[in-house]
């Protein structure tokens, strides 16, 4: 790059970071005249950014957002980063894969050679959790949808899985959230006056959108926590509402790859105790089980009691 060219890639940076800058200020952070910043903010305005002069004592800039997409300028990083986004977003389950590909392929192909080779160093597969292969991606128009009733603060309508002879559910969304590659939307319930979380890809909107709404507090103040503790089946704090521990007749090595977020102390003589959480007293007890080894020491009484029901279950299958 030339330094001109360098300069003008920092200033666009600037103007990004923040809404105002003081020129007197720009100056002072590029290391050069005033009267070098208007130039550099003329040689901007021709390549299409929407720069507005603001007042004050020294003068100032605004990038406001244009009708149009004008030239791009990232520095090494953000191209970088830019380019992994969109290798990742083919299991990211918003139907925009083709799209993704063919702006990963646009981005590569004016790449300096010096950022290819770095991302070609980064090259990685993705693949999709086992357990959602078969779910259909998010229509990318309704996640649009959705996601601007979730901005504007405006209640939605809409058709809920496969019960198109019911009335519309109605609910204030507030939070879209991506887990496992699918899209939930946690919202408030009107009809339920209670907290609800939807599969984005079995919603249906209706149109038009409600009266708009005053947003609540999701609870717990984390709507990454909130939805975590959903899927563990409890409804207060983040994590699991049954927890046990056993003493596995297995090494702790061999016990620590499949343990997920179990925590294993290692006793030695080939023993280790397994601390581990589940929604419930018998899918804990089945988690254990699968070790495939014998186990000593179970707690608490809960616990055991899921282990004698288990023990029936299975005999009479085996029968």
Same mark, same amino acid.
């Given at each position: 790059? =030339?330094?001109?060219?360098?300069?003008?890639?920092?200033?666009?940076?600037?103007?990004?970071? $923040?809404?105002?800058?003081?020129?007197?200020?720009?100056?002072?952070?590029? !290391?050069?005249?005033?009267?070098?910043?208007?130039? !550099?903010?003329?040689?901007?305005?021709?390549?299409?950014?929407?720069? /507005?002069?603001?007042?004050?004592?020294?003068?100032?800039?605004?990038?406001?957002?244009?009708?149009?997409?004008?030239?791009?300028?990232? !520095?090494?990083?953000?191209?970088?980063?830019?380019?992994?986004?969109?290798?990742?977003? @083919?299991? *990211?389950?918003?139907?925009?894969?083709?799209?993704?590909?063919?702006?990963? =392929?646009?981005? #590569? /192909?004016?790449?300096?050679?010096?950022?290819?080779?770095?991302?070609?160093?980064?090259?990685?597969?993705?693949?999709?959790?086992?357990?959602?292969?078969?779910?259909?991606?998010? !229509?990318?128009?309704?996640?649009?949808?959705? *996601?601007?009733?979730?901005?504007?603060?405006?209640?939605? #309508?809409?058709?809920?899985?496969?019960?198109?002879?019911?009335?519309?559910?109605?609910?204030?969304?507030?939070?879209?959230?991506?887990?496992?590659?699918?899209?939930?939307?946690?919202?408030?319930? +009107?009809?339920?006056?209670?907290? #609800? =979380?939807?599969?984005?890809?079995?919603?249906?909107?209706?149109?038009?959108?409600?009266?708009?709404?005053?947003? $609540?507090?999701?609870?717990?103040?984390?709507?990454?926590?909130?939805? *975590? @503790?959903?899927?563990?089946?409890?409804?207060?704090?983040?994590?699991?509402?049954?927890?046990?521990?056993?003493?596995?007749?297995?090494?702790?090595?061999?016990?620590?790859?499949?343990?997920?977020?179990?925590?294993?102390?290692?006793?030695?003589?080939?023993?280790?105790?397994?601390?581990?959480?589940?929604?419930?007293?018998?899918?804990?007890?089945? *988690?254990?089980?699968?070790?495939?080894?014998?186990?000593?020491?179970?707690?608490?009484? /809960?616990?055991?009691?899921?282990?004698?029901? +288990?023990?029936?279950?299975?005999?009479?299958?085996?029968?």
């Amino acid at each position: 790059m =030339t330094s001109t060219t360098s300069r003008l890639l920092v200033l666009l940076s600037l103007l990004q970071a $923040r809404r105002d800058w003081p020129g007197g200020l720009l100056a002072e952070r590029l !290391d050069i005249s005033h009267r070098t910043v208007r130039r !550099d903010i003329d040689r901007l305005r021709a390549m299409g950014y929407r720069i /507005q002069a603001t007042k004050g004592p020294d003068g100032g800039y605004r990038l406001d957002a244009g009708a149009e997409l004008p030239p791009l300028l990232f !520095d090494d990083d953000q191209a970088v980063a830019l380019a992994v986004a969109l290798q990742a977003a @083919a299991v *990211s389950g918003a139907g925009l894969e083709e799209a993704a590909v063919r702006a990963l =392929t646009t981005v #590569r /192909q004016v790449m300096p050679s010096r950022l290819r080779h770095r991302l070609d160093a980064l090259a990685f597969a993705t693949i999709p959790n086992g357990r959602n292969a078969a779910v259909q991606p998010v !229509d990318p128009g309704v996640l649009l949808a959705v *996601s601007a009733a979730a901005r504007g603060r405006e209640t939605l #309508r809409f058709d809920y899985g496969d019960h198109d002879d019911r009335p519309p559910r109605r609910a204030e969304p507030h939070h879209l959230v991506v887990a496992a590659e699918r899209w939930y939307l946690v919202a408030w319930d +009107l009809d339920r006056d209670d907290w #609800r =979380t939807f599969r984005v890809d079995r919603m249906r909107p209706r149109t038009p959108n409600g009266r708009r709404f005053e947003p $609540r507090p999701v609870p717990g103040g984390d709507v990454r926590a909130y939805v *975590s @503790a959903r899927f563990k089946g409890s409804a207060d704090a983040d994590d699991w509402p049954c927890h046990g521990s056993a003493i596995l007749h297995l090494p702790a090595s061999e016990v620590l790859p499949f343990a997920g977020d179990a925590v294993v102390d290692d006793l030695g003589d080939g023993r280790c105790r397994i601390h581990v959480g589940s929604w419930s007293w018998v899918a804990l007890a089945a *988690s254990l089980g699968r070790f495939d080894a014998a186990l000593e020491d179970v707690e608490p009484a /809960q616990l055991r009691e899921a282990f004698g029901m +288990l023990a029936g279950r299975y005999a009479a299958a085996g029968r």
